[in-house]
């Protein structure tokens, strides 16, 4: 019981200190910490190299390819990508709405590498 009561006390502090933070705007800081922490091994998030996994798109390209909404709706959504060779599925992730606007905070702060077209 013990454990317990500390458990919830502990719990609302988090949720105390959580949301101040939460109530501001999207902040790409922690849209990178997502990325480099849940993304990276798969995904490229500088502004040269090519993904570390083939086929996934180096996040500098994304916002060439959706518009920051679709891709908002996509990342809560949940974006189910499988994907030859491997066939595995890659993706089953799925963000919350403020990770997600997060997220794409961080991918504005990326500069696309210079398209040949
Ligand atoms: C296990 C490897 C892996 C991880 C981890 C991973 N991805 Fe992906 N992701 C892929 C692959 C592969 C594709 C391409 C799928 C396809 O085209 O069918 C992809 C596609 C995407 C796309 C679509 C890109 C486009 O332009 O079409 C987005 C957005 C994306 N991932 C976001 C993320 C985010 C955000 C995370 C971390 C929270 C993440 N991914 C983690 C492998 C991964």
Redesign the pocket.
């Known amino acids: 019981m013990r454990f317990k009561i500390a458990l919830i006390a502990c719990a609302s502090t988090i949720v105390m200190i959580g949301l101040p933070a939460r109530a501001e705007d999207a902040s790409s800081a922690r849209g990178g910490e997502?990325?480099k922490t849940?993304?990276a091994?798969?995904?490229a998030l500088d502004e040269a190299t090519a993904s570390p996994?083939p086929?996934?798109?180096p996040f500098r390209?994304?916002l060439e390819?959706?518009t920051s909404e679709d891709?908002k709706t996509?990342?809560t959504t949940g974006?189910i990508?499988s994907?030859p060779p491997q066939d595995e599925t890659?993706?089953e992730?799925k963000?919350s709405p403020e990770e997600a606007a997060d997220?794409i905070a961080y991918l504005q702060t990326l500069t696309p590498a210079p398209s040949p077209r």
Do not use: N, S
Request: proline share 0%; hydrophobic share 55%.
């Open positions: 997502i990325a849940r993304c091994r798969c995904h996994y086929g996934a798109y390209k994304v390819r959706w891709l996509a990342l974006i990508a994907h890659v993706h992730m963000l997220f």
